[in-house]
């Protein structure tokens, strides 16, 4: 494996570093914008985020927050022209891969850092079988036979429990059940053993019982193969159990960023704290559930200041929050977040209020 | 025809006798497999193979299940938006699966549906007034002012302006279109309203105001639902009976306090260790699930979930039990041969 990294790495000039420090990828001020008919969209704004090494990091929000775009952009793959990463920087493994030629993009893509997306049906290609869509990859990247990606796709699907893989590898997508396409994306996603895996929704279009499955499924994957995962969800609930760190999105931006433990036990946002109070448990027995008013915003036309203050409980009379836009902050070491009501956030005096 | 059920006035909700508003007996839908040049039946797909229950007024009776498992089919055989293979469905005194043209106009202005989908279940091409008006219009004759003025009020008291009603679907977000699709089945004041998976396409922020418009709504209009849904937490909250299915049939039900506090079917089981949800305190989060979800053709012989339950022996193989009630408590009824 790590002879296949030097050769595959070697052209692209992309040297795995030995880390002295464990950050695997670095979002540093990150801006997408899109054009469109009805003006522009600042779909991510100034996100900041890091992943440690074998460590799961959660990117949460609600449609529209902007966390797909995020982890498209760390994949190069916002479409052009009218998306554009506008500013910021990715450093994956202590390079900026924003700075990389499109050549040695393709060839860290699907290979060191791999994808899967929340559909497993539409990301696969239903003409071809799964085998052949699984040695495409392994044959892209690692320089391989037909006959060894063969037998490195049939391991791969033996990975990720697909029983009786040997069959299964000339079936057609159409032919498997919701669960086993996922579990397809997934062989195909770790066939080349990335160092990040970027998982979009990777359970949303799943059955209860499947969803738990495939969790513990990229768990135990993450353990063998020692991976990081980005994990892009809008449930809560799959992030508590997994994930090392967390970032709450809200209108394109990061509105809270810290450990997991200390955001479930005392969220700091207030709209962190709304989507928690929010959410129906088993357990509980509450005749009437916590609401956040109003709706999430239009991108086109997001709300001045605080981009939270129009929903928000504490803010939304505050003239501070509906003129300032508050920026990200740590507030407790490890935490950071963006309101001007936080504990320990610094409110710097403005004359004009 | 009955006439506790064609007189729709407010005044009906006194009449609401204790007993059952909609009873379901042994309801059977199947679909046959064609295959070949003469589209020869060659089998059936059992979508509904054997569901009883009843629902009482004013109360909210869940259903729950996986995907294909038969709970959307339940509510569309009700409202006879397919055929039905056999069983049997009153409402009020009326046998609905043999209604005339004239009584089934007259059921469907008591039971209505709200559809999971706000994106699709609503026609782009018409306003929000013209939508939510439309039954008004096609079952009572309701026209001009009077239609506008009670379509404004049904608006507003599902939390949306009256200005709503010149403006297109496409111009409201999910939650809001959602409103709207409650709007239209609640304004011919319905007794009974069928909630398809009302929230799963919502974002989480919104699913929690929808939740509790329902249950506003229910209070003020002492309407009953149905409520399917597959999220557990969701079912919890909004329902007062649960039934769970699995591959047609209805495994377990219980109201839903006793439930979630003692389920006592191993799929029921499974289900509510499968949530990776928020912690409620001293609830330890475990896993057990066991296989995927059957095909929809073939079920395995004996207990339709003997292939994927840990305690299945080989009396399961051969045997299918039926839905009994446990004893010692009079409303919770099982099916699984392993009871105590």
Request: hydrophobic share 40%.
């Amino acid at each position: 494996m790590t002879q296949n990294d030097d050769i595959l790495l070697r052209g692209t000039g992309f040297q795995p570093v030995s880390s002295t420090n464990d950050i695997l990828l670095s979002v540093e001020n990150l801006s997408t914008h899109f054009s469109t008919q009805q003006g522009l969209v600042r779909a991510v704004q100034d996100v900041s985020f890091a992943v440690k090494n074998s460590r799961t990091f959660a990117l949460v929000g609600e449609s529209g927050c902007g966390k797909s775009i995020t982890a498209l952009s760390i994949m190069r793959l916002v479409p052009e022209p009218q998306g554009k990463i506008v500013a910021g920087k990715i450093i994956f493994n202590g390079r900026d891969l924003l700075g990389l030629s499109g050549n040695r993009m393709r060839a860290i893509r699907g290979n060191r850092i791999a994808m899967i997306f929340q559909e497993p049906m539409t990301s696969l290609n239903p003409v071809f079988t799964v085998g052949y869509q699984i040695e495409e990859v392994i044959r892209l990247h690692q320089h391989k036979s037909k006959a060894e990606a063969r037998d490195l796709a049939v391991e791969v699907l033996r990975q990720v429990r697909i029983p009786d893989p040997q069959r299964r590898i000339s079936e057609y997508p159409h032919q498997m059940s919701g669960g086993m396409r996922q579990r397809v994306m997934i062989a195909m996603a770790i066939s080349c053993k990335p160092a990040l895996l970027i998982a979009d929704e990777p359970t949303t279009a799943l059955d209860v019982t499947i969803q738990a499955q495939i969790l513990n499924l990229l768990d135990d994957i993450q353990k063998q193969y020692k991976m990081s995962i980005l994990l892009i969800t809008h449930d809560l609930g799959i992030v508590e159990e997994r994930a090392e760190n967390i970032a709450v999105m809200y209108a394109s931006r990061i509105a809270e960023l810290s450990d997991c433990r200390s955001l479930f036990e005392q969220p700091l946002h207030p709209y962190t704290q709304g989507l928690l109070k929010s959410m129906p448990r088993l357990g509980f027995t509450e005749k009437r559930l916590y609401t956040i008013t109003g709706v999430v915003p239009d991108p086109l036309h997001f709300p001045g200041g605080c981009k939270f203050h129009p929903r928000c409980p504490i803010g939304c009379n505050d003239k501070r929050c509906q003129t300032i836009e508050p920026l990200l902050r740590e507030v407790i070491p490890g935490r950071q977040v963006a309101c001007w009501y936080a504990p320990g956030y610094e409110r710097p005096d403005d004359p004009k209020l | 025809m009955n006439p506790g059920i064609s007189n729709n006035g407010l005044s009906r909700r006194s009449e609401a006798k204790p007993g059952y508003l909609l009873k379901v007996e042994d309801l059977k839908t199947y679909f046959p497999i064609k295959k070949g040049l003469l589209r020869k039946t060659v089998g059936y797909v059992k979508a509904v193979d054997g569901v009883s229950f009843a629902v009482k007024p004013a109360l909210t009776f869940g259903l729950v299940g996986e995907s294909g498992c038969g709970k959307t089919t339940v509510a569309r055989s009700i409202l006879r938006l397919i055929p039905v293979t056999s069983g049997k469905v009153t409402f009020g005194n009326t046998d609905v699966l043999s209604a005339d043209k004239l009584q089934m106009q007259n059921l469907r202005s008591n039971l209505c549906l709200v559809f999971q989908d706000p994106f699709g279940s609503l026609n782009p091409r018409m306003t929000v007034g013209s939508i939510v008006g439309e039954p008004l219009k096609i079952h009572k004759n309701v026209t001009g002012a009077e239609l506008t003025e009670r379509v404004c009020l049904i608006l507003s008291k599902v939390g949306l302006s009256p200005e709503s009603i010149n403006r297109y679907p496409h111009e409201f977000s999910g939650g809001q279109r959602q409103r709207i699709g409650i709007a239209r089945a609640l304004i011919l004041q319905p007794k009974f309203v069928i909630c398809d998976e009302p929230v799963s396409a919502l974002d989480v922020s919104i699913q929690s105001q929808i939740l509790n418009l329902l249950k506003d709504l229910q209070d003020e209009f002492s309407l009953t639902y149905l409520f399917i849904a597959h999220d557990l937490a969701v079912v919890q909250f909004s329902c007062d009976i649960v039934a769970v299915m699995y591959m047609g049939k209805i495994v377990e039900q219980a109201p839903v306090n006793e439930l979630y506090g003692d389920p006592l079917h191993p799929y029921t089981i499974t289900l509510m260790s499968a949530i990776p949800r928020l912690k409620a305190p001293g609830r330890q989060i475990t896993r057990q699930t066991v296989g995927e979800p059957p095909p929809i053709v073939g079920q395995p012989a004996g207990c339709p979930f003997n292939p994927r339950c840990p305690f299945a022996d080989g009396r399961c193989l051969v045997e299918n039990p039926p839905l009994r009630q446990v004893p010692g408590k009079s409303e919770h009824l099982l099916a699984c041969l392993h009871s105590k």
